[in-house]
């Protein structure tokens, strides 16, 4: 009776642990990136050594996904000047965007993390927060692009994988939050194209790394960041509008200076 109880209590613990456990989907295995093929990720879309995009030649989406539940993603968008819209930097600031034609603007972001694929069909994307990174150029705003931290839990309602009947090749329709189609991306290869899958630049008050301790670029107890030989670090957002207002006041004083000499 005792070994059956504890038999019982085994296959009980193995089921409430495989239950728990994350799912993924090797389907997803690969690289993905859109018909152009102009946008994917890995190290030539985003150097985080040098905290450096590549602009690709074209616009595009590309996601990669490893069979034990990484992903990455590039993105490279217009941001179109016949809207006004909202787009989220660093801390959840949101920048109005101008209406002017003249002024084209593009986006590029990079995030990483771990992906899950739930019960309903669902997929959760959870990025390892300091590591990602946007640049967003408005020249007709401000002179410099700005380049912030960003990152952004996405959840996709479902998806589909199946070969495309026209080019024959593997595809990937991923469906948002509430149910709108992405553009579709085809299977560029199926050895994933990616930088390591852990945290690469730690902060102080971040998060450790979430990888395997094989994985970890370490030097004792401490991780060492991949940026920490850049000599110009960007460790916080750049708020341009502070520096406008703080311009305008010393102009004005220095009119005032001027004015009672």
Known sequence: ???????????????LISSGSAAFDSRLTGTWSMKSNA?????????????????????????????????????????????????????ATILSI???????????QFQHGT???????????????????Q????????QNSIYTRWNVTELFQRYEVYTDPYHKIPRLDLYGFDGAPMNPMYLVQATPKMLPTI???????????????????????????????????????IDADKWWWIGVGMTALGSVGYLCS
């Open 115 to 133: 992906y899950n694929k739930a019960d309903n069909g669902s997929l959760t994307l959870t990025p390892f927060a300091v590591d990602g990174r």
């Open 1 to 15: 009776m005792r070994h059956t109880l504890r038999a019982v209590s085994l296959l009980t613990l193995s089921y």
């Open 39 to 91: 946008v994917i990720t890995g190290p030539d879309f985003y150097d985080p050594v040098h905290e450096r995009f590549n602009e690709p030649s074209l616009t595009g989406i590309s996601y990669s996904f490893t069979e034990d539940g990484f992903y990455e993603e590039a993105y490279y968008r217009a941001i179109s000047n016949h809207l006004e819209m909202g787009v989220f930097i660093a801390y």
């Open 199 to 237: 945290t690469m630049n730690p902060t102080a008050t971040g998060a450790k790394s979430t990888a395997s301790a094989k994985a970890k670029r370490s030097y004792g107890e401490t991780e060492v960041p991949f940026n920490k030989n850049v000599i110009r670090q960007r460790k916080e957002p």
């Open 135 to 142: 640049l967003l150029s408005t020249p007709c705003k401000y």
């Open 98 to 108: 101008a209406t002017n034609p003249q002024c084209p603007q593009g986006l590029m």
